[in-house]
């Protein structure tokens, strides 16, 4: 069985501030990896994903992540934090061989100072 | 484009009532997808459709939740009766393909339930 840990149900950056996302993962096969934000009342938007091709992904509005095996993480980053990016942030695993339930974190929420 | 449309946006009820929630994907997506969010939890997968078969419905709680795709197109997911703990977001998805290596799933609003 996989599983998502998102580490910090909050995080606070002023903006301009580099933004870091935290998620961690198990897997007992090679995962597929995503990352969604959710801005209120609205559904869920994928910003990247990781399917086995490069290490480093890059997604939109600005986001990139990095999967590390060996740390089993996939944090998302963004160099300058912008007012319009405060949202939920949601990590999921998928697992490969054929099984494509996601399993998602309990979600980060982004809060940006002007 | 039009994305996913679901309906209605909020519904409040009260527990042992009966309630029922609509989707339709965007025009062409042959996998439809029902998701379950608590407050402060990420969504939960609840039904996955291949056109008008189910490909998965290991975490649907069968005794009261039911779903069906009758023509492949739009959805409708059923709750009856529903229990306090249903209060939740209900997330419908669409997307193209099956594998999610080669997909995005398009996500509506979603439906607000509080159960009473």
């Known amino acids: 069985a996989q599983s998502v840990t998102q580490l910090g149900s909050h995080v606070s950056v002023s903006e301009g501030a580099l933004v870091l996302l935290r998620c961690n993962y198990s897997?007992?096969?090679?995962?597929?990896l995503f990352w969604y934000v959710q801005y209120p009342n609205q559904g869920l938007q994928l910003l990247l994903k990781?399917?086995?091709?490069?290490?480093l992904v890059k997604g939109i509005n600005g986001f990139e992540a990095e999967f590390k095996k060996s740390e089993t993480s996939f944090h998302l980053t963004k160099p300058s934090a912008h007012m319009s990016d405060a949202a939920e942030y949601f990590c999921a695993v998928s697992p490969g061989g054929g099984s494509y339930i996601p399993t998602f974190g309990r979600g980060t929420s982004l809060i940006v100072h002007p | 484009e039009a994305g996913v449309a679901q309906s209605p946006r909020y519904k409040i009820i009260e527990k042992r009532q009966s309630v029922a929630f609509w989707c339709n994907p965007i025009?062409?997506?042959?996998?439809l997808y029902w998701y379950q969010q608590i407050l402060g939890q990420g969504p939960k997968l609840l039904i996955q459709f291949q056109n008008n078969g189910v490909v998965d419905d290991s975490q649907l709680p069968k005794d009261r939740f039911s779903a069906e795709r009758l023509k492949g197109v739009d959805s409708t997911l059923k709750i009856q009766p529903a229990k306090l703990e249903d209060s939740a977001v209900y997330l419908c998805?669409?997307?193209?393909?099956?594998?999610?290596?080669?997909?995005?799933?398009?996500f509506g609003p979603g439906t607000r339930l509080l159960v009473l």
């Open positions: 990781y399917t086995s091709a490069a290490t």
């Open positions: 897997s007992s096969v090679p995962p597929y």
């Open positions: 998805a669409s997307s193209s393909r099956l594998s999610p290596t080669d997909y995005t799933q398009y």
């Open positions: 025009s062409g997506h042959a996998t």
